[in-house]
């Protein structure tokens, strides 16, 4: 089979991008799965590939343990991913433990305990990922899968004559030579911008949410809370603010503070957001210690791509998972539980996939992915693009949280819908929730 990467499909243009001679080139290292990108939907992908006994090529371009811009912030559906990959998330461990959300809003403040399900445990966690990033990658790494750390992947290497992707191209993340990796499938696991994805001519949709947030950590009294707790309405004085906060203790002596907001709303694209936090903190309890001198990080931002902004997650021997087939739900930005959970579903079926004896039938089963994905998300997700579009017309979310804030049995409605936590035979409000989803359209 001829390797062919058109100059188009480079990720980096750097000064000698293209120019290694066809046919002087070493050889490609192979395996049976390239994944690109060791975050959470990498490495779990990676994870179980492995555990399938298949032999897993997983390539990062940082060195763990590395930081990543992020709330840090896992509710019971993360704590269910991971517990199943076999991490131990004790305190003894160095997680926190978190009993449920408190919500702020209408000048109220209301505790809302995670809900006690058959599905899901009732206790979220707090990690940075710092850490999180690196016990998942190495959990990955302990299954067999071969991790290479600091190799930046440049561009997709094709089949001339179908455009199927057979592998990739990539290179030391510090300038090395350049190297080629081949692989019956290959899986973009590499985030929001997910070049890989671009390269093959899958861009975001502009039809489906994004959001886009910062954050930082401030040395506080308030580091070990118990519960997350969010910020529906942001104040500056009287003068109310576009965006929505959060301040999740750490329990390490800081506290991960941070807002953001959504495409739907008018402020997005045009807002500092960094002044925004400083703003909003300005009015914070002195007490609580969010000021300059507390800081012990920079403000730093990324974007939130959700309800499956870029689509479609299988094409050309190319899957997409986590972040890079924009898996963010659009109700609650988490992020990571939806990157582990597709992680494991994408597995599954490669695994499925490369088992069938003839390549027709291989492809009929990696067909099947954005299926699956389809039925596990697109219901909840197109009721989350309603919800998106609604919060985005400021009068009707006042109007919406001064209403719900009084009215405890309707937040504990609100939080097992917006953080998709209900038992599939579970009580009235888990039939409510889960009939909406399935009701509502779902195009793949
Ligand atoms: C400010 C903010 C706050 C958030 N808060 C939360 C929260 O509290 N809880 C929550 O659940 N979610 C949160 N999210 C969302 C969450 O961070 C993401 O959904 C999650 O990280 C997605 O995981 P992923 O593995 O798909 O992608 P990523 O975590 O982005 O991982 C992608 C990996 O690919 C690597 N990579 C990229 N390009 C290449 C390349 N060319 N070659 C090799 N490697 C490459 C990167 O280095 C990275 O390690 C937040 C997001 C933001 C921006």
Do not use: C
């Given at each position: 089979m001829t390797e062919h990467v058109p100059p188009e499909t480079r990720l980096t243009d750097g000064?000698?991008?293209?120019?290694?001679?066809?046919?002087?080139?070493?050889?490609?290292?192979?395996?049976?799965?390239?994944?690109?990108?060791?975050?959470?939907?990498?490495?779990?992908?990676?994870?179980?590939?492995?555990?399938?006994?298949?032999?897993?090529?997983?390539?990062?371009?940082?060195r763990f343990p590395r930081e990543k811009v992020c709330g840090d912030g896992l509710t019971p559906r993360a704590v269910k991913a991971l517990v199943g990959m076999g991490v131990s998330v004790s305190e003894e461990d160095g997680w926190l433990h978190n009993k449920g959300l408190r919500v702020i809003g209408a000048g109220k403040r209301m505790e809302l305990p995670w809900p006690e399900l058959a599905s899901y445990p009732g206790y979220g966690l707090v990690r940075t990922r710092h850490d999180l990033d690196e016990t998942l990658a190495r959990r990955a790494q302990k299954a067999g899968a071969r991790l290479l750390e600091g190799v930046t992947v440049i561009g997709p290497v094709l089949d001339e004559r179908t455009g199927r992707i057979t592998g990739v191209t990539a290179r030391p993340s510090d300038n090395g030579d350049e190297r080629t990796y081949a692989a019956r499938v290959v899986v973009a696991a590499d985030g929001n911008s997910s070049r890989l994805s671009v390269a093959m001519g899958l861009r975001k949709r502009d039809d489906r949410p994004l959001g886009v947030a910062?954050?930082?950590?401030?040395?506080?009294?308030?580091?070990?809370?118990?519960?997350?707790?969010?910020?529906?309405?942001?104040?500056?004085?009287?003068?109310?603010?576009?965006?929505?906060?959060?301040?999740?203790?750490?329990?390490?002596?800081?506290?991960?503070?941070?807002?953001?907001?959504?495409?739907?709303?008018?402020?997005?694209?045009?807002?500092?957001?960094?002044?925004?936090?400083?703003?909003?903190?300005?009015?914070?309890?002195?007490?609580?210690?969010?000021?300059?001198?507390?800081?012990?990080?920079?403000?730093?931002?990324?974007?939130?791509?959700?309800?499956?902004?870029?689509?479609?997650?299988y094409y050309q021997g190319l899957l997409l998972v986590?972040?890079?087939?924009?898996?963010?739900?659009?109700?609650?930005?988490?992020?990571?539980?939806?990157?582990?959970?597709?992680?494991?579903?994408?597995?599954?079926?490669?695994?499925?996939?490369?088992?069938?004896?003839?390549?027709?039938?291989?492809?009929?089963?990696?067909?099947?992915?954005?299926?699956?994905?389809?039925?596990?998300?697109?219901?909840?997700y197109a009721l989350g693009r309603v919800f998106v579009k609604a919060i985005g017309r400021p009068g009707l979310m006042r109007f919406a949280t001064r209403h719900s804030m009084s009215r405890p049995a309707l937040m504990g409605f609100a939080l097992k819908l917006l953080a998709n936590l209900t038992d599939t035979r579970g009580d009235a409000a888990d039939r409510l929730v889960n009939g909406l989803s399935k009701l509502a359209p779902n195009p793949e």
């Open positions: 000064p000698d991008a293209g120019l290694s001679p066809p046919g002087r080139r070493p050889p490609a290292e192979e395996a049976d799965v390239i994944v690109v990108g060791a975050g959470p939907s990498g490495a779990t992908t990676a994870y179980y590939l492995a555990q399938s006994g298949l032999d897993v090529l997983l390539l990062e371009k940082a910062v954050r930082t950590y401030y040395k506080t009294p308030r580091h070990d809370d118990d519960y997350l707790e969010s910020w529906l309405d942001l104040w500056d004085g009287d003068r109310l603010l576009p965006g929505y906060g959060w301040i999740f203790g750490m329990g390490d002596g800081t506290s991960n503070v941070g807002l953001g907001m959504l495409n739907t709303s008018a402020a997005f694209g045009n807002t500092d957001y960094h002044a925004l936090l400083r703003q909003w903190l300005k009015g914070m309890p002195a007490e609580w210690g969010f000021t300059e001198e507390n800081r012990t990080a920079p403000i730093r931002g990324a974007a939130l791509p959700m309800g499956f902004n870029r689509t479609p997650h986590g972040d890079a087939g924009g898996m963010v739900n659009p109700f609650n930005g988490e992020g990571i539980a939806y990157a582990m959970e597709s992680g494991e579903l994408l597995a599954r079926t490669i695994v499925q996939a490369l088992a069938r004896a003839r390549r027709a039938e291989t492809e009929r089963v990696l067909a099947g992915y954005p299926h699956a994905l389809s039925q596990a998300y697109g219901g909840y």
